[in-house]
């Protein structure tokens, strides 16, 4: 059965650094999104993306942040200097019509 | 309010035992999805309901619009059910985002 795909399944990173999490999303799907959830909290949208471009951003989605389709297949998130407090685990997800997530990336900021 | 609550926080079954996690929410939806995420983190979807009840397995779950209200049912639990449940909505208003529930904490003992 098709799944979406992240790497790495942890990241370690130093405040002010930069990190890019990868997603591989279901190959005939249309729609991508990244979600977070703090450790103990509810998971969160961050953005949403089709037809190559954001479709969809919430107020966490701030100018530190940006997502890419740099191919076919891959989808990216990227933040350009990590804080304490993005320490998070980050869903990637997919749809036609149902959304399907990926096994998340915990992302420790130090 | 949360736009998606559910209750409740936290349940303890006995194996074998019939269990309900409701979910209501405040805003018109489009779909509502029931999620399962396991201790490691990882995200599966069990459900997209926009109507009626869809059942896989010993999963049953119900959705009535009108009264703005969703019910997952686990007929039979068993100590591999152990697990947060999750609800969350796609709203009119909202585009193809998700908006959490605070997920419901069960733990089936053998």
């Known amino acids: 059965e098709p799944e979406v795909t992240q790497t790495p399944s942890h990241q370690v990173t130093q405040m002010g650094q930069e990190v890019i999490l990868r997603c591989v999303p279901i190959s005939n799907h249309l729609y991508f999104y990244w979600y977070r959830q703090i450790l103990g909290q509810k998971v969160e949208f961050l953005v949403s993306f089709y037809n190559n471009e954001i479709s969809e951003k919430s107020e966490i989605f701030d100018d530190q942040f940006s997502v890419e389709r740099p191919d076919g297949s891959n989808f990216t998130l990227k933040i350009r200097s990590t804080k304490l407090e993005d320490s998070a685990m980050y869903f990637c997800?997919?749809?036609?019509?149902?959304?399907?997530f990926g096994p998340g990336t915990r992302l420790t900021v130090t | 309010k949360n736009e998606v609550e559910q209750s409740p926080q936290n349940l303890t079954a006995q194996e074998g035992e019939f269990i309900t996690i409701n979910c209501s929410y405040s805003?018109?939806?489009?779909?509502l999805h029931w999620l399962q995420q396991h201790p490691g983190g990882g995200i599966v979807s069990l459900f997209m309901?926009?109507?009626g009840k869809k059942k896989h397995g010993r999963l049953i779950a119900t959705i009535n619009i009108q009264e703005k209200h969703s019910s997952l049912h686990i007929t039979a639990s068993h100590p591999r059910d152990s697990a947060v449940y999750i609800c969350a909505v796609r709203s009119w208003t909202s585009g193809s985002r998700l908006t959490f529930g605070e997920g419901t904490q069960l733990t089936v003992n053998p």
């Open positions: 997800a997919s749809s036609e019509t149902a959304q399907y």
């Open positions: 309901l926009s109507s």
């Open positions: 805003v018109g939806i489009s779909a």
